[in-house]
C-alpha cells in the first residue's frame, strides 16, 4: 500500500480511512484534496478577497513549502522542537487558509508564536476553579500561558498546541476554544487530528446549503453516502456494530441520513443522549415509529418546557408539532400504545398482554422470534422502535436485548439470528433475599393464589372500587398517585397497594413492596378470605428490616379456611395447624443473625412447595395492573386508641366534629374502640 493509498481522502475498508500512524501519512494528498473540495464548494463570485479568489482558482488553499532552514529558525526562536506532525505539515505548506468553518488563517513558520496569556484567558479559566480543582484541571487553565498560538485570523476561534501535553510520538496535543460555544476547550491529540477535525467541519458546513445554494458533492461525499447506503443493509442484516462504525463517521461529515440512521442503533443500545434521529424523524414515513422515543425521552425530564419539544424536530411542520404535543400528553398519560402492520404487529398484541402481567421474558421472545417479518417503513428505518415509549412494552428493553434485536436479520435481508439473551427473572422467590440497588427493599408482602386469573384477584382481596384494577404503572408511578388521591390516613388501617400478575404456571400474585409496619398483635392474613374454592398462600418478611426487629410470616389456606400458618417475630414462633417438613419454621430460625440466609432458605422452600415465583424484572423494572387490598389489620377493640387524618380540599362541608377549613385542612381525632362516624 502506497502512502498516497492511506491519506485521510481513500477508501480503506469501504470508509475513509483514518490514520493513527502520524509519520506515513501523505500530507500533500489530503491538503490538494481539500483545497480542491473547498474550491468546488464555492458558487461563483462568493471568495472574499483576492486571497481568496486567487486560492479557488489554484485549486490550492496553502502556501508554498517552507524550507527546513526556516522550520528550524522557527525552533530555534520558540526554544522547543516541533511535533512531527504539524513539522511535515509545514514541509508543505507554510501555513493554511480555512481551517475548518472559523479560523481563517492558520499560522506558518513566521506567525506561530507562544501565547502568554495575551488574551486574559488564562486568569479566566483560573478564576472559575473550585477549590478542590484538580491537577488537570490547573494545568488546563494554565494552558493559555504557554501554549503555542496556531490561530492569526479566525471567528474568535483559538488554537493552541501544548507543549506540555505531549505523546510517546512526541506530539503534541492541540486545543481550541470560543467563547460563543459555550464548551471546555476541545482536545485533539496531535496537529494530523486537528486538520482532520477541520477538513470534517468543512464538509459539515457544506453539508447543509442554504436556500438557492447548489448541493455540495466531492468524491468524499459519493464515497461517504455509498458507505451510508450499505451500512443500511448492514444493519439490517444484523451487523449492526459495523454499521454503526461506518454511520458515525459519515455523520462527522455530516453526511444526511447518517445521524439519524445511526441514533436508532444507539436508541435500541439504552442510549438516549444526543438521539433525535436527525433527517428521518421528521418525514411522515418514519414520523409513527420514531417520534415516539422522542417525546417519551422529553416526557421522562418533566423540567423540560414543552415549548422545547420542537427543538429537535428541524423542519416540522405545524401538524407534525400538533401531533408530537398530543403524543407527549398520551406518553405523560400512560395511555400510548405502540401498533406495527402485519404479523410483526399481531406479536406486539400478544407480547403486551403478556407483559402486562408480569411475564418480560416470554413477551421478549415474543418479540425477537417475529422479528425477521418486521418491514421497515422505508429506505432509513432500521429496526422498530416506537414500542420503546409503551409503558407496557418500554421497560422490556435492556442494553444486552437491544444487541439481540440489533443482531437479529430483518426487514427482508438475510444473515445469521444470535443466540438468545438470558432470561431476566430467575424463576423463583430468592431473589426477593437479594439487596437491591438502594438495600430499600428490607420488607415486603405477597399472596399467592392458584387456578385464578390476575385480573380476579382485586375481587378476592378489596371491596367497592378498591375491585377495579388500575392501569399498569411503575410501582413508584403507583404510590405516588395512590397518595396523591388518597384523603384519609387512618393508624389502624393496612391496605396494602400491590401489583398483580402471573406467577408461574396455574398461579398468580399480588406483591407489595413497601408495605406498613407489621404489627403482629393486630395482623390478620387475608389467605383464608381469598382462598375460596381454590388455595392460597400469604408470605410477609422483614427479616432484614431496620424498624421493629425482625419478622416472617407464612399462612397457607384452601377453600376459605386457614390450614397453618406460622409468625416469627421478637425472637419466637407462633405456629398453628399441621405445617408441612419442608416449611417446618424449627428448621430455619436458629441464627438470628443470619437474617438474608434464613430469608433465602425460606423463600426456597416456599417457592419449592408450590411450584410458584414472582417476576423480577416486571416488579423491579416494569409495569404492572395494582389494587388497594383490604385492610390486613382487625379493627381496633375497646380501649385501644387510633387516629384517623382528612384532607378536605375546596368547600367540603366538614363532617360532625371537624374543623371547617379551605383547601388542604386536616382534621384528626383520637379515639377508642370503633371507628369515628
Request: proline share 6%; glycine share 10%; aromatic share 10%.
Given at each position: 500500500?502506497t502512502?498516497a493509498?492511506?491519506?485521510?481522502?481513500?477508501?480503506?475498508g469501504?470508509?475513509?480511512g483514518?490514520?493513527?500512524?502520524?509519520?506515513?501519512f501523505?500530507?500533500?494528498?489530503?491538503l490538494?484534496?481539500w483545497s480542491?473540495e473547498w474550491a468546488d464548494?464555492?458558487?461563483?463570485?462568493?471568495t472574499?478577497g483576492?486571497?481568496?479568489?486567487?486560492?479557488?482558482?489554484?485549486?490550492?488553499?496553502?502556501?508554498?513549502?517552507?524550507a527546513?532552514e526556516?522550520?528550524?529558525?522557527?525552533e530555534?526562536r520558540?526554544?522547543?522542537?516541533?511535533p512531527p506532525?504539524?513539522?511535515e505539515?509545514?514541509?508543505?505548506?507554510?501555513?493554511?487558509?480555512h481551517?475548518?468553518?472559523?479560523?481563517w488563517?492558520?499560522?506558518?513558520t513566521?506567525?506561530?508564536?507562544?501565547?502568554d496569556?495575551?488574551s486574559?484567558?488564562?486568569?479566566m479559566?483560573t478564576?472559575?476553579?473550585?477549590?478542590?480543582?484538580g491537577?488537570?484541571?490547573?494545568?488546563?487553565?494554565?494552558?493559555?500561558?504557554?501554549?503555542?498560538?496556531?490561530d492569526?485570523?479566525?471567528?474568535?476561534?483559538?488554537?493552541?498546541?501544548d507543549p506540555?501535553?505531549v505523546?510517546?510520538?512526541g506530539e503534541?496535543?492541540?486545543?481550541?476554544?470560543?467563547?460563543?460555544?459555550?464548551?471546555?476547550?476541545?482536545?485533539?491529540?496531535?496537529f494530523?487530528?486537528?486538520m482532520?477535525?477541520?477538513?470534517r467541519?468543512?464538509?459539515?458546513?457544506?453539508?447543509r446549503?442554504?436556500d438557492g445554494e447548489p448541493?455540495?458533492v466531492?468524491?468524499?461525499?459519493r464515497?461517504?453516502?455509498a458507505?451510508?447506503?450499505?451500512?443500511?443493509?448492514?444493519a439490517?442484516r444484523?451487523?449492526?456494530?459495523r454499521a454503526?462504525r461506518?454511520?458515525d463517521?459519515?455523520?462527522?461529515?455530516?453526511?444526511?441520513?447518517a445521524?439519524g440512521l445511526g441514533?436508532?442503533?444507539?436508541r435500541l443500545?439504552g442510549?438516549?443522549?444526543?438521539?433525535?434521529f436527525?433527517?428521518v424523524?421528521?418525514d411522515?414515513?418514519?414520523?409513527?415509529?420514531?417520534?415516539p422515543?422522542?417525546?417519551?425521552e422529553h416526557?421522562?425530564?418533566?423540567?423540560?418546557?414543552d415549548?422545547t419539544?420542537g427543538f429537535?424536530?428541524?423542519?416540522a411542520?405545524e401538524?407534525l408539532?400538533?401531533?408530537?404535543?398530543a403524543?407527549l400528553e398520551?406518553?405523560?398519560?400512560?395511555?400510548?400504545?405502540?401498533?406495527?402492520a402485519g404479523?410483526?404487529?399481531?406479536a406486539v398484541?400478544r407480547a403486551?398482554?403478556l407483559a402486562?402481567w408480569?411475564?418480560t421474558?416470554?413477551?421478549?421472545r415474543?418479540?425477537?422470534?417475529a422479528l425477521p417479518?418486521?418491514?421497515?417503513l422505508?429506505?432509513?428505518?432500521?429496526?422498530?422502535?416506537?414500542w420503546v415509549?409503551?409503558?407496557?412494552?418500554?421497560?422490556?428493553?435492556?442494553?444486552e436485548?437491544?444487541?439481540?434485536?440489533?443482531?437479529?436479520?430483518?426487514?427482508?435481508?438475510a444473515g445469521e439470528a444470535?443466540?438468545p439473551?438470558a432470561?431476566?427473572d430467575?424463576?423463583?422467590?430468592a431473589?426477593?433475599?437479594?439487596?437491591?440497588?438502594g438495600?430499600?427493599?428490607t420488607s415486603y408482602?405477597?399472596?399467592?393464589?392458584?387456578?385464578?386469573?390476575?385480573a380476579?384477584?382485586?375481587?378476592?382481596?378489596?371491596?367497592?372500587?378498591?375491585?377495579?384494577l388500575?392501569e399498569?404503572l411503575?410501582?413508584?408511578?403507583?404510590?405516588?398517585?395512590?397518595?396523591?388521591?388518597?384523603?384519609?390516613f387512618?393508624?389502624?388501617?393496612?391496605?396494602a397497594?400491590?401489583a398483580?400478575?402471573?406467577a408461574?404456571?396455574?398461579?398468580?400474585?399480588?406483591?407489595?413492596g413497601?408495605?406498613?409496619?407489621?404489627d403482629?398483635?393486630?395482623f390478620?392474613s387475608?389467605?383464608?378470605?381469598?382462598?375460596e374454592?381454590t388455595?392460597a398462600v400469604?408470605?410477609w418478611?422483614g427479616l432484614r428490616?431496620?424498624?421493629?426487629g425482625?419478622?416472617?410470616?407464612l399462612?397457607v389456606?384452601?377453600?376459605g379456611?386457614?390450614?397453618?400458618a406460622f409468625?416469627?417475630?421478637?425472637?419466637?414462633?407462633?405456629?398453628?395447624g399441621?405445617?408441612p417438613s419442608?416449611l417446618?419454621p424449627?428448621r430455619?430460625?436458629?441464627?438470628p443473625?443470619?437474617g438474608?440466609?434464613?430469608?433465602?432458605?425460606l423463600l426456597?422452600?416456599?417457592?419449592g412447595?408450590?411450584g410458584a415465583?414472582?417476576?423480577?424484572?416486571a416488579?423491579?423494572?416494569?409495569?404492572?395492573h395494582?389494587?388497594a387490598?383490604r385492610?390486613?389489620?382487625?379493627?381496633?377493640?375497646?380501649?385501644?386508641?387510633y387516629?384517623?387524618?382528612?384532607?378536605?380540599?375546596?368547600t367540603?362541608?366538614?363532617?360532625d366534629?371537624?374543623?371547617?377549613?379551605?383547601?388542604?385542612?386536616?382534621?384528626?381525632w383520637?379515639?377508642?374502640?370503633?371507628?369515628p362516624?
Open positions: 500500500m502512502a493509498s492511506r491519506g485521510a481522502l481513500s477508501v480503506v469501504g470508509s475513509i483514518r490514520m493513527t500512524d502520524t509519520t506515513a501523505d500530507w500533500r494528498s489530503f490538494l484534496g480542491g464548494s464555492l458558487p461563483d463570485g462568493e472574499q483576492e486571497d481568496d479568489e486567487a486560492a479557488r482558482q489554484a485549486r490550492w488553499l496553502g502556501f508554498p513549502p517552507a527546513e526556516r522550520i528550524a529558525a522557527m530555534e520558540l526554544g522547543r522542537r516541533l506532525s504539524y513539522r505539515f509545514l514541509e508543505v505548506s507554510d501555513g493554511w487558509r481551517a475548518g468553518g472559523f479560523v488563517l492558520l499560522a506558518g513566521r506567525e506561530a508564536h507562544w501565547h496569556n495575551a486574559g484567558l488564562s486568569d479559566f478564576e472559575y476553579l473550585d477549590e478542590d480543582a491537577p488537570e484541571e490547573r494545568r488546563e487553565a494554565d494552558l493559555w500561558r504557554r501554549g503555542l498560538q496556531l492569526v485570523e479566525s471567528d474568535a476561534t483559538y488554537v493552541l498546541l506540555e501535553d505523546d510517546e510520538n503534541w496535543a492541540v486545543y481550541t476554544w470560543a467563547s460563543w460555544r459555550a464548551a471546555p476547550p476541545e482536545r485533539h491529540a496531535n494530523l487530528e486537528f482532520r477535525e477541520m477538513h467541519e468543512f464538509h459539515r458546513l457544506r453539508a446549503p442554504g448541493v455540495f466531492s468524491d468524499t461525499t464515497k461517504l453516502d458507505q451510508v447506503a450499505e451500512a443500511r443493509l448492514q439490517l444484523g451487523g449492526w456494530e454503526q461506518a454511520l463517521e459519515a455523520k462527522e461529515y455530516g453526511r444526511p441520513r445521524a441514533d436508532q442503533i444507539r443500545l442510549e438516549t443522549h444526543m438521539v433525535y436527525e433527517d424523524v421528521t411522515p414515513r418514519y414520523t409513527p415509529d420514531l417520534l422515543p422522542l417525546v417519551a416526557a421522562a425530564h418533566s423540567y423540560r418546557a415549548s419539544l429537535h424536530l428541524r423542519g411542520d401538524a408539532l400538533s401531533q408530537a404535543h403524543m398520551q406518553v405523560r398519560n400512560g395511555t400510548y400504545r405502540y401498533t406495527a404479523p410483526f404487529g399481531e398484541e403486551r398482554e402486562r408480569g411475564d421474558d416470554e413477551a421478549w415474543t418479540l425477537v422470534e417479518q418486521w418491514e421497515p422505508g429506505p432509513d428505518h432500521l429496526a422498530p422502535l416506537g415509549a409503551d409503558p407496557v412494552l418500554g421497560p422490556l428493553l435492556t442494553p436485548r437491544g444487541r439481540e434485536l440489533l443482531s437479529t436479520p430483518r426487514g427482508g435481508q444470535p443466540g439473551t432470561g431476566l430467575p424463576g423463583d422467590l431473589w426477593l433475599a437479594e439487596p437491591d440497588p438495600n430499600n427493599r408482602r405477597f399472596v399467592l393464589v392458584e387456578g385464578v386469573e390476575p380476579e384477584l382485586p375481587g378476592r382481596l378489596a371491596d367497592g372500587d378498591g375491585t377495579v388500575n399498569p411503575t410501582s413508584w408511578e403507583a404510590r405516588h398517585r395512590a397518595l396523591r388521591d388518597q384523603r384519609e387512618s393508624a389502624y388501617d393496612d391496605r397497594l400491590m398483580v400478575g402471573r408461574g404456571t396455574g398461579w398468580s400474585f399480588a406483591f407489595d413497601d408495605p406498613a409496619r407489621f403482629r398483635w393486630r390478620v387475608p389467605a383464608a378470605s381469598v382462598s374454592g388455595r400469604v408470605v418478611s428490616t431496620r424498624h421493629g425482625p419478622f416472617f410470616h399462612s389456606a384452601r377453600d379456611v386457614e390450614q397453618y409468625t416469627y417475630a421478637d425472637g419466637e414462633v407462633r405456629s398453628s399441621e405445617i419442608a417446618d424449627s430455619f430460625f436458629g441464627d443473625e443470619d438474608a440466609g434464613t430469608e433465602r432458605s426456597e422452600a416456599v417457592a412447595e408450590f415465583h414472582l417476576p423480577r424484572h416488579i423491579v423494572n416494569g409495569r404492572l395494582t389494587f387490598t385492610s390486613w389489620t382487625r379493627p381496633p377493640r375497646d380501649g385501644e386508641t387516629m384517623v387524618i382528612r384532607i378536605h380540599h375546596g367540603e362541608a366538614p363532617a366534629g371537624e374543623r371547617a377549613g379551605g383547601e388542604g385542612t386536616g382534621s384528626s383520637t379515639g377508642t374502640g370503633a371507628q362516624e
